[in-house]
């Protein structure tokens, strides 16, 4: 009789280690791609935040002849008096940002801390481990830091 051998149709394990190692770096690459995007979407919509409340504030004043009765400087929550030229008051993304607001009669400055800018507009637009607003808008639009 003769021996005839069989055919394996198995892997050997450094097969095995390679196609692991391809899907792992795959999906590094696929979990770098999407935080990236996630922070560009977050930024993206701060600054339309930021253009929207730019908007009721010109609103206001075009129907009031100033920005505001009284000065604000600070977290912009106590916009409620913009309440019927924007509806309710765009909040962050994220929850330890804040949008900061400062407000006078004749102008206005809104800021924010964006996660993919590194400029500093010198206020803080964090309330834990306070971070540098690194955008701004004014009534003539965004303003470079310096």
Do not use: H
Not at 24 to 29: N, P, S, T, V
Not at 65 to 75: I, Q, V
Not at 85 to 94: E, F
Not at 95 to 118: F, G, Q, R, V
């Amino acid at each position: 009789m003769t021996n005839k051998l069989k055919k394996s149709f198995g892997f050997t394990l450094i097969e095995i280690l390679v196609v692991a190692t391809i899907i792992g770096l795959l999906a590094a690459g696929g979990f770098v791609t999407y935080s990236n995007l996630s922070r560009q979407s977050r930024d993206a919509k701060r600054k339309a935040d930021l253009e929207q409340i730019r908007s009721a504030l010109e609103m206001y004043r075009s129907n009031n002849s100033s920005y505001t009765a009284a000065s604000l400087d600070g977290n912009c929550s106590g916009l409620n008096w913009l309440g019927d030229y924007i509806g309710t008051i765009p909040t962050d993304p994220k929850t330890d940002y804040n949008y900061y607001c400062d407000i006078t009669a004749n102008d206005y400055t809104l800021y924010t801390a964006l996660e993919n800018d590194s400029d500093n507009c010198g206020e803080t637009c964090r309330s834990t481990a306070p971070t540098n607003c690194t955008y701004k808008v004014g009534p003539y639009g965004e303003e470079s830091c310096p």
